[in-house]
T-cell receptor, first 111, second 115 residues
């Protein structure tokens, strides 16, 4: 079945540093989404991408839909302690159907 | 801001018992989903529902699982005879009216513990 490989698995950074994480797939996706999950809660949608090459920002977050449609990255600039959580990429290859999730990147920010 | 709600937040049950997990999707949304997340793992798709019928289901969603939209607001997931391996967080998600825009909004989840 469709799989997403997300890296890195975890990151330990200092407050103020920039962060980058990415997802790759062997298959083409029509949509890439980035979610953040905090302990005991549901995933919260951060950014949605719909076109190859699209670059979208949401505050300090920036995400891009890869030209090949097989990858996406998420950057967080000037990290703060409340950025702590698990970030998941998710892709849709079936035009509005189920989402396939990556394994997640656990972000820890040291004040 | 509209949000997806789920009840209960935590359900403990004995193996073999039936459980019903409840969700209230965002009010003008038309597409509904259930996902699950085993502790420490990624989120996995279970089933999608549109126009009062299942659109797609995964291998996990076997005959022990069923979904229903009994009225205009609730969306339920029933597990008929729970197994130990059904222990997980179950998330409901909903999406708006345009199929191609796949921004799915998730509820806070129900933690199901099967003893």
């Amino acid at each position: 079945g469709q799989q997403l490989n997300q890296s890195p698995q975890s990151m330990f950074i200092q407050e103020g540093e920039d962060v980058s994480m990415n997802c790759t797939s062997s298959s083409i996706f029509n949509t890439w989404l980035w979610y953040k999950q905090e302990p005991g809660e549901g995933p919260v949608l951060l950014i949605a991408l719909y076109k190859a090459g699209e670059l979208t920002s949401n505050g300090r977050l920036t995400a891009q839909f890869g030209i090949t449609r097989k990858d996406s990255f998420l950057n967080i600039s000037a990290s703060i302690p409340s950025d702590v959580g698990i970030y998941f990429c998710a892709g849709d290859y079936n035009q509005g159907g189920k989402l396939i999730f990556g394994q997640g990147t656990e972000l820890s920010v040291k004040p | 801001e509209p949000e997806v709600t789920q009840t209960p937040s935590h359900q403990v049950t004995q193996m073999g018992q039936e459980v019903i997990l409840r969700c209230v999707p965002i009010s003008n949304h038309l597409y509904f989903y259930w996902y699950r997340q085993i502790l420490g793992q990624k989120v996995e798709f279970l089933v999608s529902f549109y126009n009062n019928e299942i659109s797609e289901k995964s291998e996990i969603f076997d005959d022990q699982f069923s979904v229903e939209r009994p009225d205009g607001s609730n969306f339920t997931l029933k597990i008929r005879s729970t197994k130990l391996e059904d222990s997980a967080m179950y998330f409901c998600a909903s999406k708006g009216r345009v199929r191609a825009y796949n921004e799915q909004f998730f509820g806070p989840g129900t933690r199901l513990t099967v003893l």
